[in-house]
């Protein structure tokens, strides 16, 4: 149980890292521009919030 938290914790951090620091600056927002970056935003901390709410269901 441990051992997948930390596994799902540590793919949500590789996740955000490699979205700010690459697809964000030189694809989404090249692209598509501040609307672009705001709804990236938006739907990786969706996905974030989704994945940590599996954890606190899954401890019950």
């Known amino acids: ?3 997948k938290l930390i596994l ?12 700010y620091l690459y ?3 030189f694809v989404i927002y090249p692209r598509f ?3 672009g970056f705001k709804f990236t935003i938006a739907v990786a901390m969706t996905i974030s919030i989704a994945i940590l ?3 606190l269901l899954e401890k019950k």
């Open 33 to 35: 521009g501040n609307n």
């Open 23 to 25: 697809i964000v600056p």
């Open 8 to 19: 799902r914790i540590l793919g949500i951090g590789v996740v955000h890292i490699v979205l």
């Open 1 to 3: 149980m441990k051992k």
């Open 53 to 55: 709410g599996t954890i």
